[in-house]
């Protein structure tokens, strides 16, 4: 049974609907754009908007739901799944909750949610339209400056790239004449060591043969001596006596020199002569023989004599060096020396050429954005600190974190790719690869760029475990402004 009121209700619509060839408005709740839908058909009746049944035109907004979709009901709260619509003039439109219509509550700006008399709404669209507008106007400024600053970068960007194309273009082919060349002068390099090398190991040859003659004659005179002062009879003899007195001959160190010792070193002899001993006993205890000192306090020595020891001295450190090349060998290794300065220059050049191609291919496939505005932000770094750290934002290279007071720099990633939406794809960059988390995965960060007229790292927080977020303002982000922003207006 429907209530009086409902009656009320239904016979008020019944009067209104007999006017002929009058206009029907659309019932309240309902936006201008559905209107259409809500007029009564030729029978009388009203098609729930979900097509599952169909009223007489009297029950719209009688207060009682008879729509599986509440859509009977745009202008009462009778279905708690219905809708009903805030014309909000001069403001945005809105729908809410039928629950929220005559529930005491102003929820449209414009009051019309709440008719029953409990609440007087004061109708503020035009206020909150003015604002709206002038937040509108802020964003639009902001937005067509920033734009501007990225039309800037564009050409920037794009200047450079094709500069970077062009001098591609003209390194590659400077490599080609000078790849030539290189090979060239490294042929002619080997060609001049080949005779050098052969007449530096001739001189070589020769002074390694002067060297050893000369070591060979010490070893003899130092053989000698050492016979004179191991012979201490002076029978032209060493014999097992003359060896037990000598205590470096004592092999266990026991403070004696046994005749097993000695005839050990005498290569189981009972005595060896001048010959025998410095062709079999010398090289093997030249090392442990010592010559014999004397603690008497050196003689004073005359200036001219100490004069002339120094000389010797001088004389003794120019035998042990290698003597000069010759002439002929001196000019082959000036031309083998001046055949590799040569080539070495070249094939250095030829390096910083290879070095400079690389970089130019690097920066030629790096994505800096759909009109190559991003490029502006390489070799940049940005920085923004917290209560705790001072995160380091460098795009296209790093992102890092360190603590506020000073200390070792953690890196939560390096440069992977761009990682927004399908249909942002420029809103988002991932750095992968971090500083390894204990326990956990390696550190990684999502910089999530929004328009603003400067470069600037706004924030960071970790939405997950070892898994960062930085948000940057670039204008590098700003697009023009559309006429796609809702607006205040105002609905009949």
Same mark, same amino acid.
């Given at each position: #049974?429907?209530t009086l009121h409902t009656c009320f209700i239904i016979l008020a619509q019944l009067l209104c609907s007999s006017i002929t060839n009058a206009t029907i408005g659309r019932p309240r709740g309902v936006s201008i754009s559905m209107a259409s839908l809500y007029q009564p058909a030729e029978d009388g009746t009203f098609t729930c908007l979900d097509g599952s049944s169909k009223i007489p035109?009297?029950?719209?907004?009688?207060?009682?739901?008879?729509?599986?979709?509440?859509?009977?009901?745009?202008?009462?709260?009778?279905?708690?799944?219905?809708?009903?619509?805030?014309?909000?003039?001069?403001?945005?439109?809105?729908? +809410?909750?039928?629950?929220?219509?005559?529930?005491?509550?102003?929820?449209?700006?414009?009051?019309?949610?709440?008719?029953?008399?409990? +609440?007087?709404?004061?109708?503020?669209?035009?206020?909150?339209?003015?604002?709206?507008?002038?937040?509108?106007?802020?964003?639009?400024?902001?937005?067509?400056?920033?734009?501007? @600053?990225?039309?800037?970068?564009?050409?920037?960007?794009?200047?450079?790239?094709?500069?970077?194309?062009?001098?591609?273009?003209?390194?590659?082919?400077?490599?080609?004449?000078?790849?030539?060349?290189?090979?060239?002068?490294?042929?002619? !390099?080997?060609?001049?060591?080949?005779?050098?090398?052969?007449?530096?190991? @001739?001189?070589?040859?020769?002074?390694?043969?002067? @060297?050893?003659?000369?070591?060979?004659?010490?070893?003899?005179?130092?053989?000698?001596?050492?016979?004179?002062?191991?012979?201490?009879?002076?029978?032209?003899?060493?014999? #097992?006596?003359?060896? +037990?007195?000598?205590?470096?001959?004592?092999?266990?160190?026991?403070?004696?020199?046994?005749?097993?010792?000695?005839?050990?070193?005498?290569?189981?002899?009972?005595?060896?002569?001048?010959?025998?001993?410095?062709?079999?006993?010398?090289?093997?205890?030249?090392?442990?023989?010592?010559?014999?000192?004397?603690?008497?306090?050196?003689?004073?020595?005359?200036?001219?004599?100490?004069?002339?020891?120094?000389?010797?001295?001088?004389?003794? !450190?120019?035998?042990?060096? #290698?003597?000069?090349?010759?002439?002929?060998? @001196?000019?082959?290794?000036?031309?083998?020396?001046?055949?590799?300065?040569?080539?070495?220059?070249?094939?250095?050049?030829?390096?910083?050429?290879?070095?400079?191609?690389?970089?130019?291919?690097?920066?030629?496939?790096?994505?800096?954005?759909?009109?190559?505005?991003?490029?502006?932000?390489?070799?940049?770094?940005?920085?923004y600190t917290d209560r705790e750290y001072t995160y380091k934002y460098c795009p296209f290279s790093k992102g890092s974190q360190r603590p506020k007071n000073g200390g070792h720099e953690t890196s939560l990633g390096n440069w992977g790719n761009w990682a927004g939406p399908e249909n942002d794809k420029y809103s988002i960059q991932l750095y992968e690869k971090g500083q390894n988390c204990?326990?956990?995965?390696?550190?990684?960060?999502?910089?999530?760029?929004?328009?603003?007229?400067?470069?600037?790292?706004?924030?960071?927080?970790?939405?997950?475990?070892?898994?960062?977020?930085?948000?940057?303002?670039?204008?590098?982000?700003?697009?023009?402004?559309?006429?796609?922003?809702?607006?205040?207006?105002?609905?009949?």
């Amino acid at each position: #049974m429907r209530t009086l009121h409902t009656c009320f209700i239904i016979l008020a619509q019944l009067l209104c609907s007999s006017i002929t060839n009058a206009t029907i408005g659309r019932p309240r709740g309902v936006s201008i754009s559905m209107a259409s839908l809500y007029q009564p058909a030729e029978d009388g009746t009203f098609t729930c908007l979900d097509g599952s049944s169909k009223i007489p035109y009297e029950y719209v907004n009688d207060d009682y739901c008879d729509c599986n979709d509440g859509t009977d009901e745009p202008g009462t709260s009778a279905c708690p799944n219905g809708k009903f619509h805030c014309t909000n003039a001069g403001y945005v439109p809105s729908n +809410i909750l039928s629950s929220r219509v005559n529930d005491g509550v102003c929820d449209c700006c414009d009051g019309t949610d709440e008719d029953t008399g409990r +609440i007087e709404c004061v109708n503020n669209c035009k206020e909150l339209g003015k604002k709206l507008r002038e937040e509108q106007d802020r964003t639009r400024k902001l937005q067509q400056e920033g734009f501007e @600053k990225q039309k800037t970068f564009s050409d920037e960007g794009k200047r450079v790239h094709g500069e970077k194309i062009a001098r591609q273009a003209e390194l590659e082919k400077e490599r080609e004449t000078l790849e030539v060349t290189v090979k060239d002068l490294e042929t002619a !390099k080997l060609e001049a060591e080949s005779p050098e090398t052969e007449a530096k190991d @001739k001189h070589q040859k020769a002074w390694d043969e002067l @060297k050893a003659e000369r070591q060979a004659k010490k070893e003899v005179e130092a053989a000698s001596l050492a016979f004179k002062d191991l012979d201490t009879n002076g029978d032209n003899s060493i014999d #097992m006596q003359e060896i +037990i007195a000598r205590p470096e001959f004592d092999i266990d160190s026991n403070g004696v020199v046994s005749e097993e010792e000695a005839k050990e070193h005498l290569e189981d002899k009972e005595s060896v002569d001048y010959d025998t001993f410095t062709k079999d006993i010398w090289p093997h205890v030249k090392d442990i023989y010592k010559k014999p000192t004397t603690e008497e306090p050196p003689p004073e020595v005359d200036p001219a004599i100490e004069a002339r020891g120094e000389e010797a001295q001088t004389e003794q !450190k120019d035998e042990d060096s #290698m003597p000069e090349y010759d002439e002929e060998t @001196k000019k082959l290794i000036e031309a083998a020396d001046e055949a590799r300065k040569n080539y070495d220059e070249a094939n250095s050049k030829l390096k910083e050429l290879d070095n400079e191609l690389s970089s130019i291919k690097s920066y030629l496939e790096q994505d800096y954005g759909p009109n190559r505005e991003y490029a502006i932000l390489q070799d940049q770094c940005f920085e923004y600190t917290d209560r705790e750290y001072t995160y380091k934002y460098c795009p296209f290279s790093k992102g890092s974190q360190r603590p506020k007071n000073g200390g070792h720099e953690t890196s939560l990633g390096n440069w992977g790719n761009w990682a927004g939406p399908e249909n942002d794809k420029y809103s988002i960059q991932l750095y992968e690869k971090g500083q390894n988390c204990w326990n956990g995965p390696d550190r990684s960060v999502k910089v999530h760029l929004k328009c603003g007229l400067e470069h600037r790292l706004l924030s960071s927080s970790e939405p997950s475990r070892c898994e960062y977020a930085f948000e940057f303002e670039t204008p590098c982000r700003c697009s023009q402004p559309s006429g796609g922003t809702a607006q205040p207006h105002d609905e009949l």
